[in-house]
């Protein structure tokens, strides 16, 4: 069964700070894999993905995040937080094909201070 | 994006009732939606996929008869809490997977808060 795993629960860092979110999964296939992204009151926006290619991804906001096969992560990244990236942070995992279930590791609530 | 929206985004009802749950696909069409729910501090935990036209495929350890999933629509499932009790309070979200997109993208509504008394 596939599941997915986020090592950091709270994250609390100063602006300017630089961030990495671990993110490892468990499946036996080809993945797709996305952070989403859950700013307070507000609803799961996506992120970045990766289905296929470069294992290094960008996704908005200055975030990206690098697919190594070998050690079955997905970790973010982002080199200078902002007061405004406060938020929790979902991982997620998908058998590749686009039409399995996604499935969401437990989230990582960061707390950006100014 | 696509848009993908939820109705009502917070309910409150005594223990005992039944609560229905809307979500609605915007400007797109989908043949599936997915229904999650989501604990304090916690993951979403995915109940069940939605199909259109056909019965829900249920996760394990989930009970169908008090979660009725109907998909009557391209654009509209809901989710109906039977028989609520306060430990079915909690945030429960939906998804939507346009028809028109093969990388088979999830779509989030803004997730309706159920507190039962």
């Known amino acids: 069964a596939q599941s997915v795993s986020q090592h950091n629960h709270h994250v609390i860092l100063s602006e300017a700070a630089s961030l990495e979110l671990g993110c490892n999964y468990s499946?036996?296939?080809?993945?797709?894999l996305f952070w989403y992204v859950q700013y307070p009151g507000q609803h799961l926006q996506l992120l970045l993905k990766?289905?296929?290619?470069?294992?290094l991804v960008k996704g908005i906001k200055g975030f990206e995040a690098e697919f190594i096969k070998s050690k079955f992560s997905f970790n973010l990244r982002k080199p200078s937080v902002q007061w405004s990236d406060t938020a929790e942070y979902f991982c997620?995992?998908?058998?590749?094909?686009?039409?399995?279930?996604?499935?969401f590791g437990a989230g990582t609530r960061l707390a950006v201070h100014p | 994006g696509a848009v993908v929206s939820q109705h009502p985004s917070r309910v409150i009802c005594k223990s005992g009732t039944s609560v229905k749950i809307e979500c609605r696909s915007l400007?797109?069409?989908?043949?599936?939606m997915f229904w999650y729910r989501q604990f304090p501090k916690k993951s979403l935990m995915l109940m069940a996929t939605?199909?259109?036209?056909?019965?829900?495929?249920?996760e394990q350890g989930v009970e169908k008869d008090k979660f009725l999933i109907n998909h009557a629509s391209l654009t509209l499932s809901t989710l109906t809490v039977t028989s609520a009790h306060p430990e079915d309070s909690s945030f429960y979200i939906c998804?939507?997977?346009?028809?028109?997109?093969?990388?088979?993208?999830?779509?989030f509504g803004e997730g309706s808060r159920l507190t039962v008394l």
């Open positions: 998804s939507a997977r346009s028809t028109g997109t093969n990388t088979g993208e999830l779509f």
């Open positions: 499946y036996g296939g080809t993945v797709n």
């Open positions: 990766y289905f296929s290619g470069d294992p």
């Open positions: 997620a995992v998908r058998g590749s094909g686009g039409y399995n279930k996604l499935i």
């Open positions: 400007d797109f069409q989908a043949t599936t």
């Open positions: 939605s199909n259109e036209g056909s019965k829900a495929t249920y």
